[in-house]
Structure formats: structure tokens, C-alpha cells
């Protein structure tokens, strides 16, 4: 029967920690599917095909965001998504021209190319290596695209198209005269081929020519001259070729509205290139090579919209470089290693700035706050929001734990906190009463359980101060984010949580050891502490706790943000940066003191379970001694899951693994305070004396067998915690964690009741 009830009690404990792992586990997947976004906080899920449709889903419009459907004047993504759209009308909804396709077949023999209407012919992926004889009548669109086609001065001849896409044909030269008599082409579609050269003369006479597209090829020369007969040219694709423009110049094209450089080899930028584009509403110079730019290389464009500069090697922008351009909407600077000052920022039209990749000691916090017409601004980490509080809308939106408008984001996350907090208190609560009301208790046991539970009730009161703290900035967080962090009020919380965590490790540790001598070696001299011995060890453990939690208060005396730095919960756990502010302080805490204590603790058990288990192999367990092993086994279980889980983050984080936000939310709000909320059982609600005190008489029935079955002996043996024999406790100084009356005497008297004699253990 006591096996079974040990299964039983094994079994059910696995199964809460199967059961609560996959529930962290479902939570930190967020709270939609996959191929759904989530809005409102969380608590509304789109399909992504609703995504940038122009209809908006959500209450709070995040899935027509500007920053993420990149809706900025000018934008190049607007620009591809409309055509796009015309393409697929084009080739699924227009009525079939059969005339024009009976012409076609006369004309070429097994030809599968499509005409719609009287104007469009489709020859897309038929393996072409020339482009057919289309008939004349009225055909002005003609798509050629995913072929092998060779151009020639004839290929066109006799022609008059108003769109041509030769895009995906692997074309590498394009004839002088190639082009010769197309005046109406408005749209000419080159990209990805094999490009390597423009020859003069290429574009000549296409005068009415609006949109050119250049990208993906291998352009390494592009006389600039050969654009200034397209004096039409509205928009010009040159991205992802091998351009350098060292000493070009854009000659002046008065209707040029977007240039699109991305992707090439451009290293410098010098006053000329752009001066003469005074109209240019887009700039896009991602992804190049620049390192220098030149103070007045964006003097001529005063009309400048939409400037794109991520994504390259720049170290240092003059602070006049932006200036003329007063118009400005929309700025790309990520992943440069830049300063941005206010002069820098003097740009009073700004709508939208992407500083991502960009350390926030690097980011001066009064360019921010002076950009007032700022209202999307783009940042590495959500912590940074905090020096943006005027801009509604900050990416990232959330660090898993945190958002714009609340300190917790989540419903369930406020719930749990609440919880835990309530859980910590009362329970700690109880055993403090509780082990006031059981005053002919040892004394050193009892100061023992008392410091673990005030330890242990710190960690509600840090989950208070965070509950309250999120009531009161419900809906307004980002307005005060950064107030909340760099407080007083914010250090003393982290001070709470990481005394409360350290003190805690450091009891848990002291209770082992003494635990493992006084249990596992009974006879190997070990002085029992009193408790004077107790009290001093309670100091020096309360000291050290509470200096590993002070040392960075103290180390950056500057600044009160240490706990506050990269989370508005002020536990410096700090798993989503590789290397933060006072990372040597985070490892030596999490790698080195409670990854020691951890392994010690789980060493020091696993020691006393086997030594336990050597001495009993040759009679049967005892239901006590049943619940001596349950509760050692629940202990390792719940530190183990406790700090197992932050450890190995620690290490992912030093690693660069990304950590996912839910994942971290949840070890912060519940898997980290969960140890504080258990100790109580595991301590002191699981002994049968405290039992006894609480009324809780019905527990004996499960884990307690009679007196009459086991005697005094073996309870003491199976009760670490208490002392079952009132009789012999008045005026003796028990072991401390094993209360027989002396441990040579009990297990004398244990091994004669055993069969076995002190000699052989």
C-alpha cells in the first residue's frame, strides 16, 4: 500500500510538471496561429492575406500599419503591390481575343501565347528564344517574361507598345537600336537578366517612357548621360546590380519622382551625383557600401520625401547632411554605426524614422523627443520606446511582458501575477504564524523556516508592486515608461526580487548541506548547530543576498535604470540582449552563484536519496519514509524548474540565440516566483506537527501510519523538519532539518529495528 500511495503521489507530481510545462509552452506560441495576426494586444487574430488590403481589422489599425505596409509617398512597395495587381487582372480576368489568336497561330506554328482583348498578348514561360511575329492590329502590351529571348534591332520592328516586360529572360546584351521607333512605350520591364552593360544609345527616342526596370541584373557601367532623353521617366529600378557612380551625375529630369539604388557597390556620395533631381520624392540607397556622405550631397533635393540609407557602413553623417531636405516624411538609417543628435534630426515634417540596429547609448534622447510630428518610429529593442513617448507608434510593440499602453500586456499575465503575489504572501503568511504557534518547536529549526519564508514573501511583494504598478498605468504605459524604469520605485522592486531569489538559493543550499550531514553521514562528528550557530548563519546569508542584489545600485550610482534598463518588470534578467548593461554582474549571478547552488543542492539530494536507499535495501519502505522521498523529490523538482529554464535562457542568450518574448514573460511572471510560492508546502504545510496545528488531520491518513506500526523512531527519521517527541526536546539542542532526540542514538536504535548494526550502516 505505501508503494502505491508513493506512485501515486510521483505520478501525480509528474503529471503537473508534464501538464504546466505544456501549458508555458502553448502560451509562449502567442495567441494566434500560424498564418494569422495578432492585434489588439493580443486578443484578436487576422489572416495574414488581410493584412495591407486597405480594410482595417483591428480596433487598433496595426494591420494597416504605415511602417509595415510601407504607405509613405513615393514608396516603391506601394508601387509594386498596384502592379502586381494590374498583372493579375491582366492575365486571369480579361476576356480571350481568338482573332488575335488565330493570327498568332497562322503566323507561328505550335505558338501557346495568349491575346486578350484587341491590345494584350501574354508569352510568358513558353521557352521562347525570340520574340514572335505578333500581329499589328492595336496590340500595345505584350508580356515576354520567364523566356530565353535574344534581342535584336528587329525585334520589335513594326511595333508600337505602350508596356513591355522582358523580365527573367537571361538576356545579357541589349542592341543599340533595340528599342528604335517605340515613342509610346510608357513601361519597359528588364530585370533580373544578365545585364552587364548599358551602350549608348540604348534608350534613345523612348521619349514617353514613365517607368524603367533595371533591377537584379549585373550592371556594372550605366553611363548616366544615356537617361536624359527620358525626360518622362516617373520611376528608375536600378537595385541589386554592381553600380559605383563614382564620378557620375543624374543629369536634371524634371518628372523623376523615384530612384531606387539598392543593393549596388556605391562606397561615396559626393555634392553632384544628385544635384541636378530637385523633384525626387524617393531616394532608396539601402544595402550599398557607403561610408561617407558629403555635407552638401542632398543639397539640391528640397522635394525629398522618403530618404533610404540602411543597411550600409556608414560611421558618421555630417549634422547639416539632412537639413535641406525640409519636406522629409519617412528616414531609414538601421544598421548603421551612427550617432544621431538632434542637429542631425532638425527635420520638422518627419513622420516616420527607422533607427533599427542602432544602440540606444548612440541615439541621443533629446533627437527624439524634438521630432514633434513624429508618429512611427522604428527602434532594436521595445525598451528603447521608452525615450519616444510622444509616438503612438513604436516598433517593437512589445518585449513579451510589456506594450505601449500596459505594463502587462496580457489579460493572463495580470491574472498570474495577482495570483502568484496572493499564493506567495498567504502561504508565507501561514508559515510564519504557524511556526510562531509551535513554540515548543526547536528553536534553530523554527528561525530557519522563518527567514525562507520572509524571503520567499519578498517575492510577492515585488508581484504587488508590479500588479499595482500596471492598474495604475493601464492604457498610458508608454506616457511614463521611461519615468517608471529610471525610479526609485522600480530599483526597489528589482532590490526585492533579486534579495528574495538569492536569499531563498542561499537557505536552500544551507538547508541541504545540513540536511546531508546530519542524515546521510550521522556518525561522521558533525556539530549541531544551535541557535545562536543559526541566527549567525541567517545574517551572513541575509548579507551576502543582500549585497548581490545592492552591487549594481552602487557600481552605476549614475543612474538608477540598471533594473529597470531593458524591462519595465525591474528583474534584471536580461535574456534578450547578448551583452547588456552589467552582463558580467547577470552571469556571475545566474551562471555562477545559482547555477552552483543549483547543482549543489540537486548533488546533495540525490546523495542522501541513495544513501537512504543503500541503508533500507533489505527491508521495505516505510510510509514516512515514503514522505521523506516524495517531498525531497518535490523539492529538486520545483528548483529544478524554477532555475533550470532561466540558466539555459541565460546561456541561449549568450549564445544570440533569439529568445521568444512570451517565453521570457512567462519565465519572469511565473516560473521565477514559483519556488517562492511552493516552499511553503514543501517546508513546512507537508509536516505532520503543522498539520496537526492547522486542523489538517485528514492529511495523516494518507502519509502518516499509526504509532503503533512504526513507533517514535521511525516518524523522527521520516519527519526532517519537526520533532515528534515533546518528551525528549525540553532543554536539548536538536540537529538542525532531523529532529530525533540525538542522531547516534536514533540510528542505533533504527538499524537494531532494521536488522542491521552501526558497523555495516
Not at 495577482?418 to 503568511?429: D, F, I, K, Q, S
Request: aromatic share 10%.
Amino acid at each position: 500500500m505505501s508503494f502505491r500511495r508513493s506512485i501515486i503521489v510521483g505520478g501525480i507530481l509528474i503529471i503537473f510538471l508534464i501538464l504546466l510545462s505544456s501549458f508555458t509552452f502553448y502560451l509562449s506560441l502567442g495567441p494566434c496561429p500560424r498564418g494569422s495576426f495578432a492585434c489588439d494586444n493580443g486578443t484578436v487574430c487576422v489572416p495574414q492575406r488581410a493584412i495591407c488590403d486597405n480594410h482595417s481589422d483591428c480596433k487598433d489599425k496595426n494591420d494597416e500599419d504605415r511602417v509595415m505596409c510601407g504607405m509613405f509617398y513615393g514608396s516603391k512597395n506601394v508601387v509594386s503591390l498596384l502592379l502586381s495587381r494590374v498583372l493579375s487582372k491582366n492575365g486571369t480576368v480579361l476576356e480571350k481575343n481568338k482573332t488575335c489568336e488565330r493570327e498568332l497561330e497562322e503566323k507561328i506554328e505550335e505558338t501557346q501565347c495568349r491575346c486578350f482583348y484587341s491590345s494584350v498578348v501574354f508569352c510568358r514561360n513558353l521557352s521562347l528564344t525570340s520574340v514572335p511575329q505578333i500581329p499589328t492590329n492595336e496590340i500595345n502590351r505584350l508580356y515576354l517574361a520567364y523566356n530565353s529571348i535574344k534581342l535584336t534591332g528587329k525585334s520589335f520592328l513594326g511595333l508600337q507598345l505602350e508596356y513591355l516586360d522582358l523580365k527573367f529572360n537571361n538576356i545579357s546584351h541589349i542592341p543599340a537600336d533595340t528599342f528604335r521607333g517605340q515613342d509610346a512605350l510608357n513601361k519597359l520591364y528588364l530585370s533580373n537578366n544578365e545585364i552587364v552593360e548599358i551602350v549608348r544609345g540604348t534608350f534613345a527616342g523612348l521619349t514617353k517612357l514613365q517607368f524603367l526596370m533595371l533591377r537584379s541584373n549585373r550592371l556594372m557601367r550605366l553611363p548616366l548621360i544615356e537617361l536624359q532623353d527620358l525626360q518622362a521617366l516617373v520611376m528608375l529600378d536600378l537595385s541589386h546590380n554592381r553600380l559605383t557612380l563614382t564620378g557620375e551625375e543624374f543629369p536634371e529630369m524634371q518628372n523623376m519622382y523615384d530612384l531606387i539604388l539598392d543593393g549596388n557597390l556605391i562606397e561615396e556620395i559626393d555634392d553632384k551625383l544628385f544635384a541636378r533631381l530637385g523633384h525626387l520624392h524617393l531616394l532608396s540607397l539601402h544595402s550599398n557600401r557607403i561610408r561617407s556622405i558629403h555635407p552638401h550631397a542632398f543639397k539640391g533635393l528640397t522635394d525629398l520625401r522618403e530618404l533610404g540609407l540602411s543597411n550600409n557602413l556608414l560611421h558618421h553623417l555630417p549634422d547639416t547632411v539632412l537639413t535641406p531636405m525640409s519636406l522629409l516624411e519617412a528616414l531609414f538609417l538601421q544598421n548603421n554605426t551612427i550617432n544621431i543628435t538632434a542637429k542631425l534630426l532638425n527635420l520638422k515634417n518627419l513622420q516616420f524614422l527607422n533607427l533599427d540596429g542602432i544602440e540606444i547609448k548612440n541615439i541621443d534622447a533629446d533627437a527624439v523627443s524634438g521630432l514633434t510630428t513624429l508618429q512611427s518610429i522604428v527602434f532594436t529593442k521595445f525598451y528603447y520606446c521608452g525615450y519616444a513617448p510622444h509616438v503612438k507608434n513604436c516598433k517593437p510593440n512589445t518585449d513579451g511582458i510589456s506594450t505601449l499602453s500596459d505594463l502587462l500586456s496580457k489579460p493572463v499575465l495580470r491574472y498570474s501575477a495577482w495570483l502568484m503575489a496572493l499564493v506567495t504572501c498567504m502561504g508565507n503568511g501561514l508559515v510564519l504564524w504557524g511556526r510562531f504557534a509551535l513554540r515548543d518547536e526547536n528553536r534553530a529549526v523554527s528561525m530557519v523556516i522563518r527567514n525562507l519564508a520572509v524571503a520567499d514573501m519578498l517575492m510577492g511583494f515585488y508581484l504587488l508592486i508590479i500588479s499595482i504598478q500596471d492598474f495604475r498605468y493601464r492604457n498610458r504605459y508608454h506616457e511614463v515608461a521611461q519615468d517608471w524604469a529610471s525610479s526609485w520605485n522600480c530599483t526597489l522592486a528589482g532590490l526585492l526580487a533579486m534579495t528574495s531569489s538569492e536569499v531563498s538559493m542561499l537557505i536552500l543550499a544551507f538547508m541541504s548541506v545540513e540536511r546531508f550531514l546530519l542524515i546521510a553521514d550521522p556518525f561522521g562528528g558533525h556539530r549541531r548547530l544551535d541557535s545562536r550557530n543559526v541566527l549567525t548563519s541567517m545574517i551572513a546569508i541575509w548579507t551576502v543576498g543582500g549585497t548581490i542584489a545592492i552591487i549594481p545600485v552602487i557600481h552605476w550610482r549614475s543612474s538608477t535604470r540598471f533594473y529597470g534598463t531593458y524591462s519595465g518588470t525591474c528583474f534584471p534578467l536580461h535574456v534578450q540582449e547578448r551583452f547588456p548593461l552589467g552582463w558580467q554582474y547577470s552571469a556571475f549571478v545566474f551562471l555562477g552563484v545559482n547555477l552552483s547552488l543549483l547543482m549543489l543542492i540537486a548533488s546533495l539530494y540525490t546523495a542522501l536519496l541513495i544513501s537512504i536507499w543503500r541503508t533500507r535495501r533489505a527491508t521495505p519502505l516505510a510510509v514516512l519514509d515514503c514522505e521523506f522521498a516524495i517531498r525531497f523529490f518535490f523539492i529538486v523538482l520545483t528548483d529544478a524548474t524554477c532555475w533550470a529554464p532561466i540558466i539555459a535562457l541565460k546561456i541561449l542568450a549568450f549564445l544570440s540565440y533569439e529568445i521568444s518574448a512570451d517565453i521570457y514573460a512567462w519565465i519572469v511572471i511565473f516560473i521565477l516566483p514559483l519556488n517562492s510560492a511552493v516552499n511553503p508546502l514543501l517546508y513546512t504545510f507537508t509536516t505532520p506537527r503543522y498539520r496537526d496545528k492547522i486542523g489538517m488531520k485528514g492529511w495523516q491518513t494518507i502519509f502518516v501510519r499509526r504509532k503503533n506500526d512504526v513507533g517514535v523512531v521511525g516518524e523522527g527519521t521520516a519527519n526532517g523538519l519537526t520533532n515528534s517527541n515533546p518528551d525528549e526536546s525540553q532543554g536539548k539542542i536538536l540537529p538542525l532539518l532531523y529532529t530525533p532526540s540525538t542522531a547516534k542514538h536514533d540510528w542505533k536504535i533504527l538499524g537494531k529495528s532494521l536488522g542491521f548494526s552501526p558497523q555495516n550502516g
